[in-house]
């Protein structure tokens, strides 16, 4: 059987193969006891139900999927119907959401081409970009207005077979990452999509072939017109998906990095890393880590350690040329490249007051006497900050790292040894902030007269 695809489409005519399900390894025991629910709900209602994406090519490489997304001609509204825990969402595309608890199963139904205007409706920008999309097709045209081959694969839950649209099987066991359809045509529809591209590579350990990568570099100006909350997702999904520091070795590779985090490009170097280029790899490097070993991370530590260099950098010019005090310098640069930064990734409020707390307990962990030390330690992000010294240490060396050892040694000590500590500070340690005691007066000596 052979699907004609659009005329933007380089790929032409192609084979849909049908895998029964003697023919490949996914089996109902892996997918969700939610997402069975609603794929069997909408086959007794008389509607086709599809597993769709991600979730198909996961579970064909034996992942276990994070998501489970079905697709369906039912439209939205016929959804709702169905599914009292529905909520529609969407302006784009309309999606159903079927709520079971935490777990959220998305429903779209499949979408058409947005060339055919009696078709719902669909909006592009001046340069191709899709703006509103509400338009609905069939199957075929759904594998169509899929972005890559290894995502235009659907699990028919009727029989338990694959419908693969565009070779993705093909690509999926020779590891190649391949767009469908005419790539630049593709990434000026959706420019995230070059960001999506550079994802599944370094997720998956994949290739990207050259006609999907070639227009990357040129193209890469898009993003500029992509929201910046859209933006923001996509930097969690690709810089704290346990392969943070591969993605970002391919983020510069294609010139994609400087248009997320425009602030921490401009002081990369060519010759020898810089110290922004050192804290962006051992802070990726501590997360994929932490992912590795089941622990939680936060997104405002990974930006704060990010965009230091460039809040140093910044500080130190408004310290030159208008003479502020360090202080107050770090405190208008702090404001200066977050609300510069919210410009491209739209960090959310909760996460730049955390991102400030970890920049200025940089300052306060160098003043540690009398009971400074004992207060600091007892402060709730008190870790993060600490955490981040350590990573500055291992840039910066020197001062800072002695600083770091200082209270790595605090930490772990009894209370009678960070006594000692810091009155040791007091008597001639260097503490870097230890207020100097004015020697006592002499009292004049009496006399008899």
Same mark, same amino acid.
């Given at each position: 059987?052979?699907?004609?695809?659009?005329?933007?489409?380089?790929?032409?005519?192609?084979?849909?193969?049908?895998?029964?399900?003697?023919?490949?390894?996914?089996?109902?025991?892996?997918?969700?006891?939610?997402?069975?629910?609603? /794929?069997?709900?909408?086959?007794?209602?008389?509607?086709?139900?599809?597993?769709?994406?991600?979730?198909?090519?996961? /579970?064909?490489?034996?992942?276990?999927?994070?998501?489970?997304?079905?697709?369906?001609?039912?439209?939205?509204?016929?959804?709702?119907?169905?599914? #009292?825990?529905?909520?529609?969402?969407?302006?784009?595309?309309?999606?159903?959401?079927?709520?079971?608890?935490?777990?959220?199963?998305?429903?779209?139904?499949?979408?058409?081409?947005?060339?055919?205007?009696?078709?719902?409706?669909?909006? @592009?920008?001046?340069?191709?970009?899709?703006?509103?999309?509400?338009?609905?097709?069939?199957?075929?045209?759904?594998?169509?207005?899929?972005?890559?081959?290894?995502?235009?694969?659907?699990?028919?839950?009727?029989?338990?077979?694959?419908?693969?649209?565009?070779?993705?099987?093909?690509?999926?066991?020779?590891?190649?990452?391949?767009?469908?359809?005419?790539?630049?045509?593709?990434?000026?529809?959706?420019?995230?999509?070059?960001?999506?591209?550079?994802?599944?590579?370094?997720? /998956?350990?994949?290739?990207?072939?050259?006609?999907?990568?070639?227009?990357?570099?040129?193209?890469?100006?898009?993003?500029?017109?992509?929201?910046?909350?859209?933006?923001?997702?996509?930097?969690?999904?690709?810089?704290?998906?346990?392969?943070?520091?591969?993605?970002?070795?391919?983020?510069?590779?294609?010139?994609?990095?400087?248009?997320?985090?425009? @602030?921490?490009?401009?002081?990369?170097?060519?010759?020898?890393?810089?110290?922004?280029?050192?804290?962006?790899?051992?802070?990726?490097?501590?997360?994929?880590?932490?992912?590795?070993?089941?622990?939680?991370?936060?997104?405002?530590?990974?930006?704060?350690?990010?965009?230091?260099?460039?809040?140093?950098?910044?500080?130190?010019?408004?310290?030159?040329?208008?003479?502020?005090?360090?202080?107050?310098?770090?405190?208008?640069?702090?404001?200066?490249?977050?609300?510069?930064?919210?410009?491209?990734?739209?960090?959310?409020? #909760?996460?730049?007051?955390?991102?400030?707390?970890?920049?200025?307990?940089?300052?306060?962990?160098? #003043?540690?006497?009398?009971?400074?030390?004992?207060?600091?330690?007892?402060?709730?992000?008190?870790?993060?900050?600490?955490?981040?010294?350590?990573?500055?240490?291992?840039?910066? @060396?020197?001062?800072?790292?002695? /600083?770091?050892?200082?209270?790595?040694?605090?930490?772990?000590?009894?209370?009678?040894? #960070?006594?000692?500590?810091?009155?040791?500070?007091?008597?001639?340690?260097?503490?870097?902030?230890?207020?100097?005691?004015?020697?006592?007066?002499?009292?004049?000596?009496?006399?008899?007269?």
């Amino acid at each position: 059987m052979t699907s004609d695809f659009d005329s933007n489409n380089s790929v032409g005519k192609i084979d849909l193969t049908i895998y029964p399900r003697d023919k490949h390894n996914i089996s109902r025991e892996h997918i969700s006891e939610n997402a069975l629910k609603v /794929l069997y709900r909408l086959q007794k209602a008389g509607y086709d139900a599809f597993l769709v994406g991600g979730g198909v090519r996961d /579970l064909l490489l034996d992942k276990s999927p994070k998501d489970f997304d079905i697709a369906t001609n039912a439209t939205p509204e016929q959804i709702k119907q169905l599914f #009292r825990n529905c909520r529609l969402i969407g302006r784009r595309f309309r999606l159903a959401h079927i709520i079971f608890g935490r777990d959220i199963i998305e429903v779209a139904t499949f979408r058409g081409h947005h060339q055919e205007p009696e078709k719902q409706t669909a909006v @592009q920008s001046d340069e191709g970009m899709l703006l509103r999309d509400n338009v609905y097709g069939s199957i075929d045209e759904d594998a169509e207005r899929r972005d890559f081959t290894i995502n235009a694969m659907y699990y028919n839950i009727a029989d338990y077979s694959i419908h693969d649209y565009a070779n993705g099987m093909q690509d999926l066991n020779e590891g190649m990452v391949r767009l469908i359809g005419d790539a630049e045509v593709r990434y000026r529809e959706d420019p995230v999509r070059m960001l999506r591209a550079i994802r599944f590579a370094s997720k /998956l350990d994949m290739d990207i072939s050259f006609e999907t990568a070639d227009p990357i570099n040129y193209l890469a100006p898009l993003l500029q017109g992509i929201p910046a909350a859209r933006l923001y997702e996509e930097s969690l999904k690709l810089l704290q998906s346990g392969h943070g520091l591969d993605t970002y070795d391919l983020l510069r590779e294609f010139g994609l990095f400087e248009h997320l985090f425009p @602030q921490v490009a401009e002081l990369f170097t060519e010759e020898e890393n810089s110290k922004a280029e050192l804290m962006i790899e051992l802070v990726l490097e501590s997360t994929d880590q932490r992912i590795a070993e089941g622990k939680r991370v936060n997104p405002a530590f990974m930006f704060a350690a990010m965009l230091w260099y460039p809040l140093e950098a910044y500080a130190a010019r408004l310290m030159a040329e208008q003479g502020m005090s360090e202080y107050d310098a770090m405190m208008v640069a702090g404001n200066h490249i977050l609300d510069e930064q919210v410009r491209s990734t739209a960090i959310p409020r #909760r996460h730049t007051a955390t991102i400030r707390e970890v920049w200025q307990l940089q300052s306060r962990l160098e #003043r540690r006497s009398g009971k400074r030390a004992f207060r600091l330690l007892e402060l709730n992000k008190f870790r993060a900050g600490f955490d981040f010294l350590e990573m500055r240490g291992e840039v910066e @060396q020197g001062d800072t790292q002695k /600083l770091a050892q200082w209270w790595h040694t605090f930490q772990h000590s009894g209370r009678n040894m #960070r006594q000692a500590m810091v009155n040791d500070l007091a008597s001639g340690g260097k503490s870097g902030s230890a207020r100097r005691r004015r020697p006592a007066k002499k009292k004049p000596k009496k006399t008899n007269s």
